[in-house]
């Protein structure tokens, strides 16, 4: 059982938009910036945003993070094939004085 | 650029130990914490814990604290994770990672990932 609450898949048509929700408490996301990893089967989590909404370098603005009190949300617009992949989202947690991940969201592209 | 390279795959016995290393180059290693993330076969990511290579300082998850060791020797830039009283339920890829949230960054780099396979 995962400390942040995802949905375990999602799914939407090429072109479209798709929103991946994150649910924590106050002593993580409600206090600590949201991370967002997009990982592709095979390899190594990829960082894909960092403090709530930024962007690193290289990656598209198709990409975009919120945050809201205790709950996070990925918005992917613009649906490529390529998008199809597992989505976790992070935050230090204060009470557990660690790092805890979203169970991961996994990705459709119909 | 930033690498983290990491050791090979490993087989272990029940109850046996495993060690598993990861090479940084391209940075400062004793600049910046090096955590440990695992994940077993069609699961999610799971956080082991960290180290500081220059103090020697640890942080383990309570789930792991009195069977995992992580050690760095800053010679060479490299970290060690040990898993000791190894089960089934253990077998995973080990990644070694230089984690942004840890800095509030995008100065986030992870290894290629280790596979650990516990069966008798």
């Known amino acids: 059982q995962s400390v942040l609450t995802q949905p375990p898949s999602a799914s939407e048509t090429p072109g479209q938009r798709v929103t991946i929700s994150c649910s924590g408490s106050s002593s993580n996301i409600g206090g600590n910036y949201v991370y967002w990893y997009q990982q592709l089967p095979g390899t190594a989590p990829k960082l894909l945003i960092y403090r709530n909404n930024q962007r690193p370098s290289g990656v598209p603005d198709r990409f975009s993070g919120s945050k809201s009190g205790t709950s996070a949300s990925l918005a992917i617009s613009g649906l490529r094939s390529e998008d199809e992949a597992d989505y976790y989202c992070?935050?230090?947690?204060?009470?557990?004085?660690?790092?805890?991940f979203g169970g991961g969201t996994k990705l459709t592209v119909l | 650029q930033v690498q983290l390279v990491q050791s090979g795959a490993e087989v272990k016995k029940p109850g046996a130990s495993v060690k598993v290393s990861c090479k940084a180059s391209g940075y400062t290693f004793t600049s910046y914490d090096i955590n440990w993330v695992r994940q077993a076969t069609g699961q999610g990511l799971e956080w082991m814990g960290w180290m500081n290579p220059n103090s020697g300082n640890t942080g383990y998850a309570q789930k792991f604290q009195g069977r995992v060791t992580m050690t760095t020797n800053t010679s060479i830039s490299t970290a060690y994770m040990e898993l000791s009283s190894l089960r089934s339920e253990d077998t995973a890829v080990y990644y070694c990672?230089?984690?942004?949230?840890?800095?509030?960054?995008?100065?986030?780099?992870w290894g290629q990932g280790t596979l650990v396979t516990v069966s008798s």
């Open positions: 992070a935050a230090w947690d204060d009470s557990l004085s660690g790092v805890v």
């Open positions: 990672a230089k984690i942004g949230l840890i800095t509030k960054s995008d100065d986030d780099y």
